[in-house]
Every structure is written in structure tokens, then in C-alpha cells.
């Protein structure tokens, strides 16, 4: 069974920086592509940012684009995603999410939606940004 499990979420300025991490358990953690997804009150999820099974693909939504980065660390069973220049707009609940997704769909990342093979989620670590 799959555990999916973030941490970092926490209250911070406009403009501020927090870091996201997230690992899963009970599986060979390097056959998982990974993704940030979030969900502010009364929106739907959208999905922020994913990283393939070796990191060497990534995707971005537009609205974080230069500010967000996500990366992992295989060898310690961790991904991350440093947020920077944080703006109130990126309150949310931030949600991860893995699943076993070939490299034929990570490398034409642009043609799939964020969700795409996302089948394993965490329970969310909230993020609060103020002005």
C-alpha cells in the first residue's frame, strides 16, 4: 500500500519562502513520478508542479513559474518543492501526489494534464501567505 506524506506547510509573509516536502512509503520510491497540487477555499485543485521518476522532467503551472522549483532526492525518498517570492494568491491547501508514470509521458509532459497517473495522494499540508 502506498503512504503519501507531506510536510512544511506553515503561515509566512508576502513574499516569503517555505519548502515542501513529501515522500511515500511502502514502495521502490525511484518508480514514481511526483506532483504538487493545491486547492485554495472555494476553488478547485490545480496542479502546481511535477517531477518524474528521475527528476530530469518537470512541469510548472504559469502561476509559479520562476518562483516555484521542484526536485527530489532519490537516495533519501524525498521530494520537495521550494516556494519563493510567495504571494497571498498561493494560500492553499497543497496536496502530493505519485504515481507509476512511464517516461513516454514524462518527456511530452505538455500534452497531459497535472493529474494525469496521479493515483496515490497525501492528506495535505496547508500554506498561508499574508500580506
Known amino acids: 500500500q502506498v503512504q503519501v506524506v507531506e510536510s512544511g506547510g506553515g503561515s509566512v509573509q508576502a513574499g516569503g519562502s517555505l519548502r515542501l516536502a513529501c515522500t511515500i512509503s511502502?514502495?521502490?520510491?525511484?518508480?514514481?513520478?511526483m506532483g504538487w497540487f493545491r486547492q485554495a477555499p472555494g476553488k478547485e485543485r490545480e496542479g502546481v508542479a511535477c517531477?518524474?521518476?528521475?527528476?530530469?522532467?518537470?512541469k510548472y503551472a504559469d502561476s509559479v513559474k520562476g518562483r516555484f522549483t521542484i526536485s527530489r532526492e532519490n537516495p533519501k525518498n524525498m521530494m520537495y518543492l521550494q516556494m519563493d517570492s510567495l504571494e497571498p494568491e498561493d494560500t492553499a491547501m497543497y496536496y502530493c501526489?505519485?504515481?507509476?508514470?512511464?517516461?513516454?509521458?514524462?518527456?511530452?509532459?505538455?500534452?497531459?494534464?497535472?493529474?494525469?497517473?496521479?493515483?496515490?495522494w497525501g492528506k495535505g499540508t496547508l500554506v498561508t501567505v499574508s500580506t
Open positions: 517531477i518524474s521518476w528521475s527528476g530530469g522532467s518537470t
Open positions: 511502502g514502495v521502490k520510491f525511484d518508480d514514481y513520478a
Open positions: 501526489a505519485a504515481g507509476r508514470i512511464p517516461a513516454v509521458i514524462t518527456n511530452n509532459w505538455e500534452r497531459y494534464d497535472f493529474e494525469y497517473g496521479m493515483n496515490n
